[in-house]
């Protein structure tokens, strides 16, 4: 028997992302999965405190885009990166 992928459903995961709201001349925070904005921010930079805080809460990986769509940046609030610590040498 051969398997072929049309038998399987592929699933995404969701992900939030900050865009630019057009309609209400600002930015919005959206999650992939929905069809419409969760909220709507005259700032980008309200738009990304708030998807930090949505993105934190739900373990998913937030998109910042840019006024023209395209993906600026990729943020991911929950992982913390390890510090490492540099000892200064007595030269």
Known sequence: MMVTLDNFEIIKSPTNHVIPAYRRDGWAVRKSTASRNSRVFKTQEEAIAYGVMMSNA???????????GMVSRKITPWIKMPTVKVKKSNR
Do not use: F
């Open 58 to 68: 739900q373990k998913i990986p937030l998109y910042v885009h840019k006024p023209n």
